[in-house]
């Protein structure tokens, strides 16, 4: 009897062993997986960190996590096969960390996949948010001419920067013009930005100002940014150019250099505008004067203009010298108009004499 219970203990402690010794190949214990990057949100092409945290039920998983990320381009650090190798981090958890650059706006989804080791299970983590704005950009207007008279015109530049520090890139797109005044046209409307450096790019437009009324008029040539791509963010520039009255000469003569006293010559007055581009004849009236002694003119002072050519007008009168004195000395003021500027004219010298 006794032996009989010795051998029934024996197949026990077989089937504890047996039982103990099977514990060994059980599936490995489950694990959690989670990520997270910063900055968040962060500017494309800069890089976030994002780290992984692989949490066991016992022990410290041990191994690699592989990163993934959807919704756009963008590059991990070490880039093959985007993984990192897990550090304890205490004693259930541990942690690695990688470097991602997204290449453009407006968001990634982060995900982080844990491969196991011999003790402990794999697991992935949810799909985290990695918001990507875009790169801030500035808008330099450079015009040839600030001063400019109506119809003439003046090349204005946009160059557009990437503005932010770190891993600057051309800007890519276009420019729009426009002018709050609406004094004018600008061909193109839209230019295409081009020439290219590290980190800027340009485009040049002209401007050509309208025949309205102008009298220092401040004309805002606003150049606004429409990125073409999904790395810049847009932006507006602004150049102050001044529109003056276009300018004018006045010219008076006479048939006569030396008329009789009480007796009548024939004089005109021209006005000339002598602006650059397109001219236009100019508008208004001139007064008269005459110095010297008594004098009058028929029709009376102001004369009105009237056009001659494309650049010029001019009013037709008579002179006639009275009293005493030797000299008659003619001038005449342009009272100026809607887009030409008031002018004085040289004097024209008239020799009186007495009447034989």
Known sequence: MRGKWAVAAVAVLAIGWGAVGSASAIPSTTTTTAVSCTPNPVEAGTSSTCTAT???????????????????????TPNSPNTCTLSPVDSVNSSCTIAYVPNTAPKRGVKASYGGDPTHGKSASLTYTLNVSRRP???????????IVPTQSTDCTATVTDSESGNQSV?????????????????PQTCTLSGATANSASCTTTFQSSVVPADRN????????????????????????????????????????TVVFDTATNCSVT???????TPSA????VALTASGGGSTFTPSSPCTLSPTSSTTSSCNFQYTPSGTGPHRTIRGYYSGD????????NGFVITTAQPT
Not at 57 to 73: D, K
């Open 137 to 147: 950009t500035t808008v330099d207007v450079v015009c040839t001419l600030t001063v």
């Open 54 to 76: 692989v949490t066991g039920q016992v022990t410290a998983p041990t191994g690699t996590v592989t990163f993934t990320a959807s919704g756009g381009t963008g590059t991990f």
């Open 282 to 285: 100019p508008t208004g009236t």
């Open 271 to 277: 006005v000339t505008d002598t602006s650059p581009m």
């Open 171 to 187: 800007p890519l797109g276009s420019v729009a013009w426009t002018n709050p005044t609406h004094n004018g046209r600008f061909t």
């Open 218 to 257: 401040t004309l805002t040539m606003t150049a606004r940014y429409i990125p073409g791509e999904a790395v810049h963010a847009g932006s507006t520039g602004q150049e102050t150019v001044k529109e003056t009255k276009r300018a004018t000469s006045v010219t008076v003569s006479c048939v006569d250099s």
């Open 338 to 345: 809607s887009i030409h500027l008031a002018q004085g004219s």
